[in-house]
């Protein structure tokens, strides 16, 4: 991809997030199973995460509701005035309707469009590159995007699960993009990959009949299958790639980027991205530590955190950066 001329300007015109109320810590899950505090953390640098209310009917829509009537308030927007939803999930609360269908109803946004898009952890930033586009090419002057997932409802929370199961948490997160008359705002480059054939690394089998290279046992079934040391290696490889691969569409530095929005699966990930591009810590936020690996809800939740802080300023140059099941890994640059 090469870097286009816009005649319209697409801008971040506000930010939300939801989180659950439970907090799971690292010493709940040394009753739950054979682990402790200090060796999740020394592999993964989870102290907490956050889980869902196993008693509600709709957690995945609710929480994506919750971030997108936060980002619309943000905005200074009634949920009305909006154009479009597009959520980003791989836990919707049922296969049909989906997440962004209810999320409308639930805000009260009338019969405006309503998608889903599964993409695991790399969602949120694909789906932003998409609402882009239908914004900048006239479709639509507001597009509500929502990253969410209550994914710890595939956790198996046993020893025989605990390779998955302390790396997830609940969370819910949203932008509220918006036609510009600025033409200088909005993405400079994006990236979008995928690898079906590395499908087997990280999956979520529906029947025992999907379960591969290992023996096929009742425990696994809807629960998260991975093979850690193999995601790790394709993390640390396709980070730093697909960084680079944007910045080198849009014709700039790594110095040059005010934020570095990054999935977070694993601070050791993070850290090495920081070391290889000689980045400051204020410039590449992890909160993993206090929500764990938040699926799709990840990215949108870091930059709702930088914007509460006061950290998001107009002018700034803000790179979004996922990877995840598929396998798939990507990012998305913006002007703000």
Sequence with gaps: MTP???AVGVEI??????????????AEL??????????ILQRTGIRERRRYDTSKPYPTTELGAEALGRALADA??????????VCATMTADSPTPSVSCRAAATLGCGTIGAMDINAACSGFVFTISIAHELIAGGLYDSVGVIGVDTITRHCDYSTFGRGAAILFGDAGGALVLRRSD????????????????????????????????AEPDPRMDEKIQMNGKTVFKFAV???????????????????DIDHYVCHQANSRILESARERFGLPESKLRINIDRYGNTVAGSCPL????????GRIEEGQRVMFIAFGAGLTWGASLWQL
């Excluded at 490889?237 to 110095?255: C, H, M, N, Q, W």
């Design 76 to 85: 200074g927007m009634r949920p009305d005035e909006l154009g479009l939803i």
């Design 30 to 39: 040394e009753t739950m199973m054979e682990t402790s505090d200090e060796w």
């Design 182 to 213: 600025d033409a200088r705002k909005g993405m400079l480059a994006q990236a979008m990959h995928s690898d079906g054939s590395g499908a087997r690394s990280l999956y979520i089998p529906n029947g025992l009949g999907q379960i591969v290279d």
């Design 4 to 6: 286009r001329t816009r």
């Design 13 to 26: 015109a506000g930010s939300g997030s939801a989180l659950p109320e439970h907090r799971l810590t690292n």
């Design 302 to 309: 870091v930059f709702d955190e930088l914007k509460r802080e």
């Design 237 to 255: 490889s396709k980070f730093p790639e697909v960084i680079e691969e944007t910045l080198d569409t849009a014709g700039l530095r790594a110095a």
